[in-house]
């Protein structure tokens, strides 16, 4: 029982150094894509936070700063669904509201005006105050306004233009029958002028014989 217990508290030792050599490697792949990430160097950023995530997937810096990283590299759409996964699994809500955030701003270098809408107000309700959330979501909604004016304006225009167009078709339709009917007067003026000119020549009389 003595040997047994020396196993167990053998074993439990191991394990406790284990994850301290874990979480020693996990935040030294963190601090080095914190360094490169502020020399501008996003692509060698990447494989640290990477790394940190593969020995914890919990990480929520790792994560994040992952997403942040894809957006600075300009490579949006992996940056949106970085966030995503960030969003998914983090149970923190400052790091949700800022991926929230974030994913507003790459959609908006996207020019997905719709979609950056709907993500500041997510995270406008996870955090009210949240300024830059709120400046960002009314410049945004302004803009939306503005483009629903000019596509209303658009589609007055294609309407006045479609009626322009009606009305030459039936102006045109109007001339077309026009013409018809003074070719049609005319015809029926030849075909009585050619009766009278039948009728006349069957009426002019005879010469007597001469006998």
């Known amino acids: ?61 790792a994560r994040y700063n992952l997403a942040n990283t894809r957006y600075r590299a300009s490579n949006f759409d992996e940056a949106e669904k970085a966030f995503d996964d960030e969003i998914t699994n983090t149970s923190d ?64 225009q294609q309407q006045q233009k479609q009626q322009q167009q009606k009305q030459k078709q039936n102006n045109k339709l109007d001339k077309k029958k026009i013409e018809q009917y003074l070719k049609s007067l005319e015809q029926k003026e030849q075909e009585v002028q050619r009766k009278f000119q039948e009728n006349r020549a069957r009426g002019v009389t005879q010469p007597d014989k001469d006998w």
């Not at 790459?106 to 020019?111: D, H, P, T």
């Not at 009314?138 to 483009?147: C, D, I, V």
């Open 1 to 61: 029982m003595k040997n047994l217990f020396y196993i167990l508290l053998l074993s439990a030792l191991l394990t406790v150094i284990g994850k301290t050599a874990t979480a020693q490697t996990e935040n030294a792949a963190i601090r080095e894509g914190n360094k490169l990430y502020h020399k501008g160097q996003f692509d060698k950023a990447l494989p640290e936070y990477q790394k940190a995530i593969e020995q914890n997937p919990k990480n929520d810096i």
């Open 93 to 156: 809500k400052k790091y949700k509201e800022r991926s929230y955030y974030n994913k507003g701003v790459a959609f908006i270098k996207e020019k997905k005006l719709e979609e950056s809408i709907d993500a500041w107000k997510t995270a406008l309700k996870i955090d009210p105050t949240d300024e830059d959330a709120r400046f960002n979501l009314q410049k945004a909604l302004t803009e939306q306004k503005k483009n629903q004016s000019k596509e209303q304006k658009q589609q007055q």
